[in-house]
C-alpha cells in the first residue's frame, strides 16, 4: 500500500474522530451526565464502532490489505476492506463441504476454493436507515466488482459478522456456514458468525 493511501485512510480514521468527538459535546450540552434518550446513547454507541472500524481499518491498510473508502467535502461516508480468502475443507464439517464441493463439476472437486473476505465494513452513524442503504450499496458494489473485474478468481465472499449485522447480511444473500453457524447465532453464541456469498447466483 502506497503512502498516499496510508496518509489518506489516516485522514479518514481522523475526520470519523472528530465526529464522534462532535456527537459527544452535543450530548453533554443537551444533558448527558444527567442521563439522555435511548436515540442519543444509540447514536454515540453507533458513532464509537465507527471510529473503531476506521482504526482497524488503517491496520488493515499497514498489514497489506485493500482498504477503500467514500467521502464528500465534509465528512467519511462509507469505508470496506477486503482480504483473500478461501473455503476449504479442513475448515468445514463434512455435510457441509460436500454441499460446497457439489456447486462445481467433478473435474473442479478440491480441498478449497477462492474467496474474498469482507475485513471491515462501516457507514457513518449520519448515513444510516436513510432510503437508500448504504450497507447494502458497499455489498452491491463488492459483489459486481467481484464478478467484473476478478482478479483473485473467487467465487464467493466470506465474512465474519457481528451477531447483531447477521440479519443484514441474510437480507443481502449471504447464507450461515454451515448448520454450525446457524446454531451459532440462534444460540447467541460468540462475537461473530462465519457467512458467505456466491457469485453464481448473479452471474
Known sequence: MTDDAKAATASVLERAA???AILKEKAKAEGFKEGY?????QSLEKCSKFVDAAAQLLA???SHKDAYYLENENETILFFSLSNDKIAAMELNN?????IKNLFPHSKHRKDYPAVKI?????NVNYQH??????SFILNYIKQWMITENKTGCRF??????QSAVPFYLKNGFLFMGQQERLRYESHVGDTVAMYFDLMQIV
Open 18 to 20: 472528530k465526529e464522534c
Open 37 to 41: 434518550d435511548e436515540g442519543k446513547r
Open 60 to 62: 488493515d491498510i499497514n
Open 95 to 99: 455435510n457441509f463441504w460436500r454441499k
Open 119 to 123: 475485513g471491515r465494513l462501516g457507514v
Open 130 to 135: 436513510q432510503e437508500k442503504s448504504w450497507g
Open 157 to 162: 465472499i466470506t465474512v465474519d459478522a457481528y
